[in-house]
């Protein structure tokens, strides 16, 4: 290198060895950044991105289908299938998967992972007066720290405690008027519990229904009374009788 006042003339083989030095650092900064996650290349990017949805997929069906065969393992589930001639299993969703189904508020906000876990196993008696749920709740539906909240509780029991009323009054459907709830001992999250529900009294387009909530081994956590009103207008609330046939026909077996 020659100096010529204030400006430099640099030679080919030190312009080379410049330019080498350049990219060799370029090119150690390139893999640090990789080895620290701050680079991504695109190529790789789309590779996880196609292969962690299908992990993860998989993985929730896994859990999905092993929370299922825990509730379908409990003692009550066993006693209901296999006493067929007075028990008969049931779909807990009211609605086909399609928008009404993600616009509902129990199967697009206290359904899924976490939460209620999976769908519940439901058995109506032959009676029709009787429902047996079995649930499963998570941590995500918790208030204090792991005791499934209250009001979480008081949405359940008017889940199924709507059932009983469904099946009874004019038109079959029904609206709820009044639910209270006695919350015996907190419920802890992430185990099954079951829900049992009966009608007590129905009078003309009324019917008083009531429900427990147990753990699986039959400890009393908590109890409602709920009020159920068949509504007067038709095209407001239209009849529900077939949706109910429907319903019955889900899964093999009458009475």
């Known amino acids: 290198m020659i100096g010529v006042g204030a400006s430099y003339v640099f030679s080919p083989s030190m ?7 350049c990219m060799a650092f370029g090119v150690s900064v390139g893999l640090f950044g990789v080895d620290q996650g701050w680079i991504n290349f695109v190529g790789n990017k789309k590779a996880l991105t196609d292969k962690q949805p299908a992990q993860e997929t998989e993985t929730a069906s896994d859990e999905y289908a092993a929370i299922t065969a ?19 299993r049931l779909p807990y969703f009211w609605h086909d998967k399609d928008k009404s189904f993600e616009d509902a508020f129990i199967p697009s906000t206290l359904h899924g992972p976490e939460k209620m876990s999976v769908e519940p196993v439901v058995f109506l008696n032959r009676d029709r007066q009787q429902f047996v749920f079995i649930v499963h709740i998570g ?15 008081a949405t359940l029991f008017d889940e199924v405690t709507a059932r009983p009323a469904f099946w009874n009054l004019p038109r079959n459907i029904a609206l709820t008027g009044s639910l209270k709830v006695n919350y015996r001992r907190p419920v802890v999250a992430s185990q099954i519990l079951v829900f049992k529900t009966q009608v007590a009294k129905i009078e003309g387009r009324k019917a008083t229904i009531t429900a427990q909530l147990e753990d699986v081994k039959g400890n009393l956590l ?14 407001l609330f239209p009849d529900c009788s077939e949706k109910i046939k429907v319903f019955e026909s889900t899964y093999p077996g009458s009475f």
């Open 15 to 21: 312009l080379a060895t410049w330019a080498a030095c």
């Open 70 to 88: 825990q509730l379908m393992d409990t003692d009550i589930a066993k006693e209901c299938l296999e006493n067929s001639s007075e028990w008969k």
């Open 139 to 153: 941590k995500r539906l918790c208030g204090h720290d792991g005791i499934v909240h209250g009001g979480v509780q």
């Open 222 to 235: 908590s109890d409602a009374e709920a009020l159920y009103v068949s509504p007067g207008n038709e095209k």
